[in-house]
């Protein structure tokens, strides 16, 4: 199974980027990895998905080394709005399950 | 809005109380969930539909009976449930079960559950 490790919690500012990194040592060849955003009192909501390198969209980045031990979820210019709990997700292709972490709880301040 | 649709969005019931959550989609997705979440904690997986048969039990009590009557419908049967299954339940979506979860989770707002 693959665990997944996150910081408990970061704190930024208004304007900043942020930076969040998630440890999956024991990946398997066929496991993407997905990062979510919640809310409170909303379920999650899908932000980004990747398999290896580099995947940008119009709110985020992911960077995922060659090893695929670790990706990196980056927010540019980060809002008041952006304070959330963000989930990195890792599927498990050898159980169909999909276990959430802990969660980064992301506190931005003015 | 989500396109995954949760009702009721608060329940309470009490210990002896049969109830039922019901979730909706209209995106065509083959693969519906329910994750339980208590309050600070991750979304916790309970049960997975893939073309409406359950594929997943993660070792749920049988005072959770999950049901999925058609493709766009998932429903959870609750009875006789304790004080500490209060949570939030949550129903989500997705294309299909995917490779290596490679399909995203849609996920509705959830049903807040107090059990008295």
């Known amino acids: 199974l693959a665990k997944t490790t996150q910081p408990i919690s970061m704190d930024s500012y208004e304007g900043q980027e942020v930076n969040i990194t998630c440890s999956h040592n024991?990946?398997?060849?066929?496991?993407?990895i997905t990062w979510y955003q919640q809310f409170p009192s909303q379920g999650p909501r899908f932000i980004i998905q990747?398999?290896?390198t580099k995947v940008t969209n119009e709110v985020a980045s992911l960077f995922i080394p060659a090893d695929r031990k670790s990706s990196t979820l980056s927010l540019p210019r980060v809002s008041l709005s952006d304070t959330a709990v963000y989930y990195c997700l890792v599927g498990q292709s050898n159980t169909g399950k999909l276990i959430f972490g802990q969660g980064t709880t992301l506190q931005v301040k003015p | 809005d989500t396109e995954v649709t949760q009702t009721p969005k608060h329940l309470v019931m009490g210990m002896t109380n049969k109830k039922s959550l019901k979730c909706e989609q209209h995106m065509g997705h083959r693969a519906m969930y329910w994750y339980k979440q208590k309050a600070k904690k991750p979304p916790e997986l309970m049960f997975v539909y893939s073309y409406e048969k359950l594929s997943i039990n993660e070792s749920v009590p049988s005072r959770f009976s999950p049901e999925c009557p058609n493709s766009s419908l998932l429903n959870l049967h609750l009875h006789a449930l304790q004080p500490e299954d209060s949570a939030l339940y949550l129903c989500?979506?997705?294309?299909?079960?995917?490779?290596?979860?490679?399909?995203?989770?849609?996920f509705g707002n959830g049903t807040r559950l107090t059990v008295t």
């Open positions: 990747g398999y290896k």
């Open positions: 024991n990946i398997a060849t066929n496991d993407y």
């Open positions: 989500a979506s997705s294309q299909d079960t995917g490779q290596g979860g490679n399909s995203p989770l849609h």
